[in-house]
């Protein structure tokens, strides 16, 4: 089985611009299916569903993470150094969400 862990934080910066990405649980909805795989094309929308793999996501409260884990020269007031971060699992290995496929691979 592979699980791939992504640790997402506060923001994404591209450039000078900061980009807030949400990181509460509640606001984050489930994959939609493979859209633009080559090996998928000529496919619709329901047989591309059969390999969707499995995702969840979740934070860890309090938080494990702090400010310099992220940004190692940034300083912050005591008390201050924890970051709240989402953190997101998937399993490209495991039929996800309406994916009924009992042959997933």
Do not use: C, H
Not at 17 to 33: E, H, Q
Not at 34 to 42: C, I, Q, T
């Amino acid at each position: 089985m592979t699980v791939v862990r992504v640790l997402l934080t506060l923001m994404i910066l591209r450039g000078k611009r900061t980009i807030p990405i949400g990181i509460t649980y509640g606001a984050w909805k489930d994959l939609s299916v493979p859209d633009s795989l080559p090996s998928l094309s000529g496919l619709n929308r329901q047989q591309r569903m059969n390999f969707k793999g499995k995702s969840w996501w979740f934070n860890v409260l309090p938080s494990d993470v702090t400010v310099f884990n992220i940004w190692p020269n940034r300083r912050v007031a005591r008390g201050e150094e924890q970051v709240t971060v989402l953190d997101y699992i998937f399993q490209p290995d495991t039929s996800g969400t309406f994916n009924y496929e009992p042959n997933f691979q």
